[in-house]
Every structure is written in C-alpha cells, then in structure tokens.
Nanobody
Framework: QVQLVESGGGLVQTGGSLRLSCAAS????????MGWYRQAPGKQRELVAD???????NYADSVKGRFTISRDRAKNTVYLQLNSLKPEDTAVYYC?????????WGQGTQVTVSS
C-alpha cells in the first residue's frame, strides 16, 4: 500500500501563488508516475499535471505556463507550484501515484482563489 499526504492548500487572491506538496509513504518501492488532479464543485475530476520517474512532465492546457510539477525522489515527494492563480483554479487538489498498475490517491487539499 502507498499512502499519500498532501499539504499546502489555502486561500489566495487572484494572481497569487501556492505550493502544494505530496509525500508518499508505505510500500513506495517502484512508484512510477505521480501527478495532481483537481475537482471543482459540480465538475469532474481532471488531470492538472503529472511527472514520470524519469522526470517527463505533462500539463493540462489550462495550467501550462502557470503551474510547475516537480519531484524529489529521495524524499518521495511531488510538488505543484501554482502561480498566477485564477478563480477558476479553485478546487480540491488530489495527489496520485501509480505503482505496478494501481493508482493511489491522497485525501485532497483545498485551493480557493478569491477574485
């Protein structure tokens, strides 16, 4: 089993920044890709960004140029830097990790952007 714990969410004004962290623990050997999803009220969960073990990244079009995903394999932690935040970025952000074909999820952290 893999446990994921997110932190770093909060309330920020339009144009502000936040940094989300997600620490993995448990059976972390051979964790593959890690990533961030988000879910706004009344909307489906959507991919924000992901990163492979080798560091290749992928972003949703809506966050390209504003968000940056990174990974510290020594600390088993993935980060999401959120810059130039907009009210439409308001959502619960979930960390995910894939290990041998199984997806694990964190409990989520709330990001609220005020206009």
């Amino acid at each position: 089993q893999v446990q994921l714990v997110e932190s770093g969410g909060g309330l920020v004004q339009t144009g502000g920044s936040l940094r989300l962290s997600c620490a993995a623990s448990g059976t972390i050997f051979s964790i593959g890709a890690m990533g961030w999803y988000r879910q706004a009220p009344g909307k489906q969960r959507e991919l924000v960004a992901d990163i492979t073990r080798s560091g290749n990244t992928n972003y949703a079009d809506s966050v390209k140029g504003r968000f940056t995903i990174s990974r510290d394999r020594a600390k088993n932690t993935v980060y999401l830097q959120l810059n130039s935040l907009k009210p439409e970025d308001t959502a619960v952000y979930y960390c995910t990790a894939n290990r041998w074909g199984t997806d694990y999820w964190g409990q989520g952290t709330q990001v609220t952007v005020s206009s």
